[in-house]
């Protein structure tokens, strides 16, 4: 059983393109986060929501525009793709606030040509 | 703002050394500490984890230090194995908050 499971994998797609990044968790967390982790490997958070409300959004670009139907999903859809977009984006899920574990997806390595 | 500082970016040890991982945090508000690893390709995980109410906490051959007033939180990992080769991330959050700052990532290579 897959605690966060994200889907596709891996995604190649052309500038100028939308996109969506598609997250579940079945822990049954009330708080779920989207991170960016580029070439260097920082792993940057872009939102928090809790509760299927939006919490964080931390200055990312409005072509990015996450949601979330239920507590359980946390979706991200990505409009008018640039180069600058290509890194992996984790999905990741905590009980309560972020101070508790948080538990990650696999990833999602999105290449924008 | 918030920021974690990490150090070093890169460390090598040979099989059954120690290595030790070095964190600063900026927010004193942060009370929480994860250190996640993250091996190649795979997502990143809890190793480890303290509070600000603790000094030092240890889970077999992995520890973690605590010093709020200096604002500095460690690693310890004593006789490394290969196994241990992979990125580690500290971390640092506030109680009732919703963002988690990661450090910029130490990459571990454990020679055999």
């Known amino acids: 059983d897959t605690a966060v499971s994200q889907t596709p994998k891996y995604l190649v797609t052309q500038m100028g393109n939308d996109k969506s990044i598609k997250c579940e968790q079945n822990l049954g967390h009330d708080t779920m986060y989207w991170y960016k982790q580029d070439s260097k490997k920082f792993l940057k958070i872009m939102f928090s929501y809790n509760n299927k409300e939006l919490i964080i959004n931390e200055t990312v670009p409005n072509r990015f525009s996450p949601k979330s139907p239920d507590k359980a999903h946390l979706n991200l859809h990505i409009n008018s793709l640039e180069l600058g977009d290509s890194a992996v984006y984790f999905c990741?899920?905590?009980?309560?606030?972020?101070?508790?574990?948080?538990?990650f997806g696999q990833g999602t390595r999105l290449t924008v040509v | 703002g918030e920021n974690v500082e990490q150090h070093p970016s890169t460390l090598s040890v040979q099989e059954g050394d120690s290595a030790v991982i070095k964190c600063t945090y900026s927010d004193s508000a942060s009370n929480y500490f994860p250190w996640y690893k993250q091996e190649l390709g795979k997502r990143p995980q809890l190793i480890i984890d303290?509070?600000?109410?603790?000094g030092e906490k240890k889970d077999q051959r992995i520890a973690v230090t605590l010093n709020k007033t200096a604002k500095h939180f460690s690693l310890h990992i004593t006789e490394t194995q290969p196994e241990d080769s992979a990125v580690y991330f500290c971390a640092a959050s506030g109680t009732g908050g919703f963002k988690t700052i990661f450090g910029a990532g130490t990459r571990l290579f454990v020679k055999a």
């Open positions: 303290i509070r600000s109410n603790v």
């Open positions: 990741a899920s905590s009980q309560g606030t972020s101070d508790t574990e948080a538990f």
